[in-house]
């Protein structure tokens, strides 16, 4: 009995030719490598081989089988990859500057008078610090002149965490920090979000934002402190704004204020949103206590300062005419995105 292996590859490779996919590879597998297949009913023959020759047939066999296997897995391997780089060609191509129709939702209103205010101090020679949300006893309170126990501690309801530390209730409790970091001269502004524990209705929230600055350099009075102040109102605000010092108490400032600008409403004529007083309480603020300073390894001889607290949230009720602080926090994207134009 002919057993004729040069045969078989004639036949395999001419097959092999005419395949054009990878499903098509796999026919030609079952065909020639499967079960029933041609390679498998050549071994069958081999009882019929003469006995001097089955070893030298089987391995031609073997070879055969071998040199099969090795073609269609490389043949198979080359055809996915064409088939997957067909299907990468026939995407079209990936423009980065087409419009998207996803919404793209907007600017929180006290991001937007954040930036308006940050873009203002600047301007004006100030940086911006960033201070963290959980703080110390030290810094929110001691630093700032107020001690254990003192009954200014009252004014701010504090949400104390299980391992001593505090959720900062004003942005004063970075001062300490920036003294510290920076030194004397220095100019800062550092906005954050503070947490009190209010209940909660239209004017009381108990997560709102502050806008905090110190000035400390060589003669710095009032009077800079006036002209900061009412510098950046009348940015903000885009008219001219007239503000006004009321004597308030701060254990970190000597003296302390409380600043009203003129009803940007009425114009100061008096009207309900002012009360009929023409005056709008915006931003407590005063002359850097010599306590501070010194906590904050400031030289009290040389160098003074002003600090105030802006209430960003206020701020932003009054710029943007938001009548119920509980909508800030509320997550309703279709009142947040009406005072954004991205
Ligand atoms: N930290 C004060 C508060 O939240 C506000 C404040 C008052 C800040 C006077 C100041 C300041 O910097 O000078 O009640």
Redesign the pocket.
Known sequence: MQINTEELRRQFDERLAEIKSSTEIDSLRVDFLGKKGKISALMAELKNVAAEQKKEVGQMINDLKQSIEKTITEKAEELVRLEEQKKIDSVEAYDATLPTSLDLGSYHPITLIQREVQDIFTSMGFIVENYSEVVDDYHCFEA?NIPKHHPARD??DTYYLDNGQLLK?????A?NYIMRKYGAPVRAIFPGR?FRNESTDACHENTFF?L???MIDEDISISNLIYFMKTMLSEVFKQDITVRLRP?F?P??EP??ELDISCTICGGKGCPSCKNSGWLEL??????HPNVLKAGGIDTEKYTG??????LTRLAMMKYGIKDIRMLNSGNLKALSQFSDK
């Open positions: 700032l004014m701010q209730t004003h942005t004063s409790a001062q503070c502050q905090e600055g110190i308030g701060f970190f400032v302390g204020f931003c407590p603020c005063g002359m850097i002003f600090a105030f607290g802006l209430g």
